[in-house]
């Protein structure tokens, strides 16, 4: 079936070091990718996206890789500040008939930035 | 412009209790999404409406959880006679056209209690 997985459940970082975080997926069919950020408190707040025919994006301070050949999808946080503290998500869109709209998440990664 | 909002930001009830959560969507955003999520974990798809019909209900765990979205703009999110499990944050999203490659902005949550 459908799963995102992380490697990772948390992740240390000094400030001004770069950060990335891994996601592992499974299914074949899925052709959207996004990486969310959630605060303690506070709803995912989305940050950069990939589609499947692209296999890295860049954004102000992150860059998201995806390599279909491993079901791997990674993100990089480029000068990380305390302010990058919280904990991410990846979650694929598996573009399947009726459940085009739906969104999987996995388990995501604790990220915190200390000084 | 305004975000996805939600309401109560939080909710406490008894167990057998009937609650309503609400969503009001960005403005202009055919489609609208529901997860849940429990503590620790990503976010659970639960159904997705295009408009005012539901595309995707297949992620509503049992009989107890019922959404609607009467004029494609709003919805509610009812769960009828509560129990302790269904104790989680309820998120919505929204998303302007709803394809798969569609990106979803979620609200800050609707945390409910049952005790």
């Known amino acids: 079936g459908e799963s995102v997985g992380l490697h990772l459940p948390t992740l240390s970082v000094q400030e001004g070091d770069n950060s990335i975080i891994n996601c592992a997926y499974s299914n074949s069919a899925s052709d959207y990718f996004i990486w969310y950020k959630q605060e303690s408190g506070k709803g995912p707040q989305f940050i950069i996206d990939?589609?499947?025919?692209?296999d890295k994006r860049q954004g102000q301070r992150v860059t998201v890789l995806l390599n279909k050949t491993v079901k791997h999808l990674s993100l990089q946080i480029a000068a990380t500040q305390p302010g990058d503290s919280a904990v991410y998500f990846c979650?694929?869109?598996?573009?399947?008939?009726?459940?085009?709209?739906?969104?999987?998440f996995g388990r995501g990664t604790q990220l915190t930035v200390w000084p | 412009g305004a975000g996805v909002s939600q309401t109560p930001s939080n909710k406490v009830t008894e167990k057998g209790k009937y609650v309503e959560l609400r969503c009001d969507p960005i403005s202009g955003h055919t489609a609208l999404y529901w997860y849940r999520q429990s503590l620790g974990q990503g976010p659970e798809f639960l159904i997705y409406?295009?408009?005012?019909?539901?595309?995707?209900d297949s992620g509503l765990p049992n009989d107890r959880f019922f959404a609607v979205r009467p004029e494609g703009s709003v919805s509610t999110l009812k769960i009828q006679r509560t129990e302790r499990g269904d104790s989680a944050v309820y998120l919505c999203a929204s998303s302007l056209f709803g394809t798969s490659t569609d990106t979803q902005y979620f609200g800050p949550g609707t945390r409910l209690t049952v005790l």
């Open positions: 979650a694929e869109n598996v573009n399947r008939g009726s459940t085009l709209g739906r969104l999987y």
């Open positions: 990939i589609r499947s025919n692209m």
């Open positions: 409406f295009q408009g005012t019909g539901a595309a995707d």
